[in-house]
């Protein structure tokens, strides 16, 4: 049987560096210079689903998606 993991999207073209994201400092950066978000890893732990429907709910940019992949 295959793990579920959560991969996250993140469109660096909407994101306007609120960063509300940085709640979960180990995926998102914000680069001081550009002002906008990046992502440190793409997929967590199918455990944390919950946390990131959340900062896809917050993001006032709209600039976050998850999608739950097989590994």
Do not use: T
């Not at 550009?34 to 946390?51: P, T, Y």
Request: aromatic content about 6%; proline content about 1%.
């Amino acid at each position: 049987m295959a793990n579920e993991k959560v991969e996250v999207i993140l469109d660096g073209l909407k994101c306007q560096g609120y960063g509300l994201c940085l709640g979960a400092d180990d995926v998102f950066e914000l680069d001081s210079v550009a002002n906008i978000a990046h992502l440190k890893q793409r997929f967590v732990d199918i455990s944390r689903k919950g946390e990131f429907e959340q900062l896809v709910r917050d993001c006032p940019a709209a600039a976050i998606s998850l999608r739950v992949v097989q590994e």
